[in-house]
Structures are given as structure tokens and as C-alpha cells.
């Protein structure tokens, strides 16, 4: 059956003590309401409505979907009345699925599990049993059939004794939910029109009310200060850890990785402590990544190892290459098959060809450096004029001397040699020698200024 989820993500988040909405707040390097905007795209919802109030134009700027409506909450009068803002954009046969957009950690499983449940019953809540269950509202049954919610300030001590509770994430057909919205009221002592009402009414009207459960209960913890927030990282990470360890790979420490995007892993990857991986990474077979690393948006190919310290962003590293330790790859860095670069070089907009070696201490921006050429310790491509950025072009087996600085754009030939020390301006022919750099002069019995006073 065709279904649309409503998100209510219009609270401010006092308690967070923050200018960012609550929901922007992010887990796992993604605002938090958006990860569950992606858990519901992925379910092929027919419309995703998103009800707002407070920051609405940073959420604007910020979260993306392709069928998300944004419905605005303009003052918050309780959540029946946060769902009452999209009313007019559902329609009378399809399910509606009401999700809160603080409980960043819902899984599509669960979430598919709740619309099986609805498949045979009128209303599906999604419930959960808690060892302590203070402060929530408790799933009050008639046999298996689900009765009302009761608030924990309201409930008798029989049932305060209840351990299943409300989530606040239920399904149900669009037409009920319209009409039962449209009977809420707002007479208690908060002045607002709840959602868990409906219950009752459903109750009343003897519609079959049944409940489906999540597979761990920090899937549908919501946040409400820091603290909470960090719990739920953790959790996050723990989660996406044991994914990675499941499909081969193996953690030094699994609390001790964080992966802020997706991770594809080959087979017999080693990941050592402190490695954080951003956006879309993927690793090939047999690849090694030493402790204190960063990678963001890169590939790396089969049987590479990058050792500690490195930094690897939008970058592209080959098989058999070897990076750092104290290596940077910036954007638009592609290390070849069998290339390496050793500690503290860095690469912008550059190609390091295939067996090409930057051992040590080298800059090589906006360059391509051939096939088995060796850049030696201390060299840069000088590449910036203050205005412009211009290339330097390096061929196959040339050897760059220590401390060079090639002034792009320049070329050096195939087979060339830059002895150590020199400043290249010009172009530089297969298989020469240049050297530019100023005559030696030795002046005997130099007097040594003496120190003043």
C-alpha cells in the first residue's frame, strides 16, 4: 500500500544549549533528522513531510531530499498538533507513518517491520520495554489489543508497573488519522493537542491496535541534551564498527574508529586505532591503514598501506602504493599503481605515475610526475603566482634532486636530472642534467662577528 511519513522536527531544543536546531545537530557526520530522512527514501515513501518551526531557514539550507514537503509549525502546540500541519497534504488512502526527528538511530528494518504489523491490524505503534521506564507514557492492553497510552503522571500504580512504552512512532491510514486530528483537543493543563489521543479514539471506535518493536532500544532514544547526543554517537559507531568487522574487516580497537559516511571494505582490511572516515570511502582487498589517520572521500586500491599520521581527501591512491607516515593527499591527488610517498609530503591536483616515489618532505601541486620518476627530499613544484596556479610536468625516470623548486609551469623531460639544490625556471630536455643554482665561494679566515655586549 502507498504510504508517506510525516517527521516532526519543529522543536528548538532548549536543553541543548545551541543556535543550531536540535535536529541539525549531527550523528555520525549527518544532521540528525536527515539520517532519518534517508532511512524513509530508502523505503520508497510517496512523500516525505517534514513539519518545522524554529530555524526553519538554516533546516532549509541544510537537509535534502527529493520528495520532501516542508510543512511549518509555526507556533508548538504539542505533537497532534505538529501533525494537524500536514493534514491537507495527506490523503485519505494511504498510510501514514509518524516519525519524531530526534530518534536519529531508527533502522529501515524496524520501520518495515511496523508497516507488517499494520498490514493486519488498524493501527501499528511502535513500542519498546524498558527497564526503567520513569517519565514515559505506558501501552495499556486489553488482551493483545492495545488499549491507550497512559502518561506516566497519570497512571496508577499498576500500571506504572507496565515496562512497554510509547516511542512516539506509529502507522496508521491516512482518512483515520485526518478525522481522529480533527477531534484533539487541548483541554489539560499544558494547553496542547497530543497525538498519543488518538489512541484512545481509535480504542473507542474498536480498530485493532497492535504494536511492533525495534531490535535494540537505542534505536528509538531521542535526544534532548549533549550528553544524550554523544550516548547515541557512541551507539552509532559501535553499530557501524561490527558492520565493518562482519564484512572482513579487522578493528585494533572497534571503539576507536568513527565512520561519518559509509565505509566499503575488500577482504583482510586492517584498520588500526583513532581512524575516522568521512563521507564515501572505499578500501580495497588487503589494504592496511595505520593508527591517527583521517580519510574523506577517497578510494584505495588493493594492498596499499597508509601509515599513520596520513590524511587522504578526494583523493584517488592505486594498488601497491605506500603513503606516509605524515602524508597529505588533497584534493585531486591519484597515486598510480606501486607509487609511494613517505613523511610529511603533500599532494594537491597532482599524479604521481605508476613506481613514481616523493619520499620525504616534498610539495607537489597541480603537477603529473611520470612513471618511476623519484622526487627528492625537499623539493616543491612552485605553482602559485600570487594570481594564477600553472602546472609543472615531470616525465618517466626523471630524478629531481633534493631541495629543488620547480617554478611552474615548467617541464622536465623524460630521463632528466635537476641536481640537488637547484631553482628551475625552464624547460628541461629528455635525458639532461640542468643545475641552477649560485656558485660556491669560500673565503678563508672569515672573522666571526663578535657578540655585543
Known sequence: M????????????????SALPKVLHPIGGLPMVQRIINTTQAMDADRIHLVYGHGGDQLKATLTGDN???????????????????????RDDEDVLILVGDAPLIQQATLERLRAVKANCDLALLTVELDDPTGMGRIVRDNDNITAIVEHKDATEAQRAIREINTGMMLMNGADLKRWLGELSNDNAQGEYYLTDVIAMAAAEGKKIQ???????????????????????????????????MNGATLADPARVDIRGS???????????????????????????????????????????????????????????????????RPGAVMKDGSKVGNFVEMKKAVLGEGAKANHLTYLGDAEVGPNANIGAGTITCNYDGVNKSKTLIGENAFIGSNSSLVAPVSIGSGATVGAGSTITGEVEADALAVARGKQRNIPNWPRPPKKN
Open 2 to 17: 502507498a504510504f508517506s511519513v510525516v517527521i516532526l522536527a519543529a522543536g528548538k531544543g532548549t536543553r541543548m544549549k
Open 68 to 90: 520532501l514537503n516542508w510543512c511549518l509549525q509555526a507556533e508548538q502546540l504539542g505533537t497532534g498538533h505538529a501533525v494537524q500541519q500536514a493534514a491537507t497534504h495527506l
Open 263 to 329: 565505509v566499503t571494505t575488500g577482504q583482510d582490511v586492517s584498520v588500526d586505532v583513532n581512524v575516522v572516515f568521512q563521507g564515501t570511502v572505499t578500501l580495497g582487498n588487503n589494504v592496511v591503514i595505520g593508527p591517527n589517520c583521517v580519510l574523506t572521500n577517497c578510494d584505495i586500491g588493493d594492498n596499499t598501506v597508509i601509515e599513520a599520521h596520513s590524511l587522504v581527501e578526494d583523493a584517488r591512491v592505486a594498488a601497491r602504493c605506500s603513503v606516509g607516515p605524515f602524508a597529505r593527499l
Open 211 to 245: 504494536a511492533a518493536h525495534p531490535d535494540t532500544p537505542v534505536e528509538v532514544e531521542g535526544v534532548n541534551n549533549r550528553a544524550q547526543l554523544a550516548n547515541l554517537e557512541r551507539a552509532l559507531q559501535a553499530r557501524q564498527a561490527h558492520e565493518l568487522m
